[in-house]
C-alpha cells in the first residue's frame, strides 16, 4: 500500500465548477501536510498547509481528519488557471530529519 | 530574497556514467532535500542535508550521494546510471524544525539516461 493514495483522475471540469480531491495517508505518526501544485513541467508549488480545524484560502478549502487518516482539497468556481496536478503531501519524521511524502497526483484540467 | 535554483536545467547521460546536479537553496534556508520525480509519479524523497551532515534518507541505493557546502548550497552525485534514473530531480530548500515545515522547490534537473 502507498504511504499517500490520490484519485489520479484526470478531472475534466468546466469553468465555475466545484472540484473536489480526496487523498488518505497511512502513517499514523504524520505530523503536517500540505497540498502541493504542479503545473507540467514544472517544479511543485506550496498551495496551502492543511489544519485539523480545516482551513480556506479565496476558492480554495483543505480539511484534514486525523482519525480517518484522510486529507481534501476543494476548489470552488474553478478558472482555467487552476488547470494544473495537485499534489498531497505529508510531512513525516524520518530520524532528525522531515521528509515529505508525495501522492501520485491528481491531474486536474478546467475546461471553457 | 532569492529562490531555490539548480544546474544543469537539462542533462542527457549514457547507462553507467556518473552525474553531479547542484542546488542553490532559498536566502536564509539551511537544509536541502533532494526528490526524485519519475514521468507521472509524486517525488520520492532521495536524502536531506542539514549543516554538511546528511540528516535522512529515503529508499535509494548507495550510488545516489550528496554534499552540503558551507554555503547551504548542494549537490547530489549518483554513480553507475541506470535507465530508471532518467527523471526529474528536484531540490527543495527548508528551515529546520517548525510544526509546519514548508518546503520550497527549485526547478529541477530534467536526467535522460540512453
Known amino acids: 500500500r502507498k504511504e499517500v493514495e490520490q484519485d489520479p483522475g484526470p478531472f475534466n471540469v468546466p469553468e465555475g465548477a466545484t472540484v473536489a480531491f480526496n487523498c488518505t495517508y497511512s502513517n499514523s505518526a504524520s505530523q503536517s501536510f500540505f497540498w502541493y501544485r504542479q503545473d507540467c513541467r514544472k517544479e511543485p508549488k506550496l498551495l496551502m498547509s492543511v489544519y485539523s480545524s480545516g482551513n480556506e484560502d479565496g476558492r480554495f478549502t483543505a480539511q484534514l481528519n486525523r482519525a480517518s487518516q484522510y486529507i481534501s482539497l476543494l476548489i470552488r468556481d474553478s478558472k482555467l488557471s487552476d488547470s494544473a496536478t495537485y499534489l498531497c503531501?505529508?510531512?513525516?519524521?524520518?530520524?532528525?530529519?522531515?521528509?515529505?511524502?508525495f501522492g501520485s497526483g491528481t491531474q486536474l484540467t478546467v475546461l471553457p | 530574497e532569492t529562490g531555490v535554483t539548480q544546474s544543469p536545467t537539462h542533462l542527457i547521460k549514457t547507462r553507467g556514467q556518473q552525474v553531479t546536479l547542484r542546488c542553490s537553496s532559498q536566502?536564509?534556508?539551511?537544509?536541502v532535500s533532494w526528490y526524485q520525480q519519475a514521468l507521472g509519479q509524486g517525488p520520492q524523497f532521495i536524502f536531506q542535508y542539514y549543516r554538511e551532515e546528511e540528516n535522512g534518507r529515503g529508499n535509494f541505493p548507495p550510488r545516489f550521494s550528496g554534499l552540503q557546502f558551507p554555503n547551504y548550497s548542494s549537490e547530489l552525485n549518483v554513480n553507475a546510471l541506470e535507465l530508471d534514473d532518467s527523471a526529474l530531480y528536484l531540490c527543495?530548500?527548508?528551515?529546520?524544525?517548525?510544526?509546519?515545515?514548508?518546503?520550497?522547490f527549485g526547478p529541477g534537473t530534467r536526467l535522460t539516461v540512453t
Open positions: 503531501v505529508v510531512n513525516m519524521a524520518s530520524g532528525s530529519a522531515r521528509q515529505l511524502t
Open positions: 527543495a530548500s527548508s528551515l529546520p524544525g517548525g510544526s509546519s515545515y514548508e518546503q520550497y
Open positions: 536566502s536564509g534556508h539551511n537544509t
